[in-house]
């Protein structure tokens, strides 16, 4: 059932009464054994009473900071900041507690955003850390992202417009100070429509994750997605990946995903860092979408890991290569599921005359390039506007100039 909600909180009401007993996520803290599960109906409690606390220290459209390096823990603060009426504002956890361009870029968007509210789950030492190396942060009210008092699941959360801020999404802060995307109830719940269409998403479907949640594809191409599509996902935090590759394939063989993905280099490492002696047992079998995005897609890539996993279930045609940013909410441009990737040889003559110098062949003498499309535009409207700080930019327009 395709749910009808104008904002993600009446989204998770909605999915709390019309799907309560069903499972939405399950986590893999180790990535591999499972800790615990939640229903719609136990994530919508959980939520309602850090909501609660929330709207004691912050008013309807004020900002709240998440730092909750666990995946449980983010998603009741995330989901809290909807119920609450408060802007939620994703935060990458400055990790390990040495890294110090880490805390530099949280006080960054500390004092562009304003924010008056920590939500905070962590391991020990790990406040302390943030709150001597953020002076920007040590003022604020900190709230544990990981208490839920039963006592307090009776709040009712705060009616929102579909047209305000549900979230800011800032930029990574590699290149220049992180800005910050003003992404609105009514572009995000228009794009997990968008995906749930392409997709062809139903409530049997699996999501397999390991993708940080602080960043628009792990949020909003995942987490939100299983609630839009009363689905379910499996989570596990991306270190356990890139420590061990073969934990992302064992999980989606376990689970019978049938959505997972990541970045080009994901793919890589798994034909790279994952024996052959390790494949055994592995059946991808069930994945009809694999998508690849948020880095250039490498054809060379998608032949190698097909070529390694063919013998193990995978399908080539479930290969997804995508496009996104954050300044369109996430996904640019993609394809419907179901077909193989489109691939072209362009010559390195022709890709100058058409204005395409990529690194590879303006850097080599390359006579020719392989490539593979990542699907066309996508068919969502969006405003383009200029709105907010300097510093902000409204999901859908071209960001700050």
Known sequence: MIPFAETLGELLAFRARENAAKTVYRFLPDGERESHSLTFARLDLEVRALASRLAEHAAPGERALILAPGSADFIRAFLACQYAGVIAVPIFPPMPFDARRGTSNLRAIAQDCAPGVVLFAGPDGYERFIRDNSPELAALTWIGADEADEGRTGFSPVPADPAGISFLQYTSGSTASPKGVMVSHRALLAQ???????????????????????HDMGLIGNVLLALYAGCEAVLMPPLTFVQQPVRWLRAISAYRATVSGGPNFAYELCVRRVPEQDRQGLDLSSLRVAFNGAEPVRASTLEAFTAAYAPHGFDARALYPCYGLAEVTLMATGSPSGAAPSRWTCTSTRCRRAGWSPAAITASSAPAVQAHGAGWRSWTRRRASRYGPATWARSGSPGPT
Do not use: A, K, T
Not at 203 to 211: E, P, R, Y
């Open 192 to 214: 997990e429509r968008l995906l749930h269409e392409i997709g062809d998403f139903s409530q049997d479907s699996v999501i397999v994750s390991w993708l940080p949640l602080f």
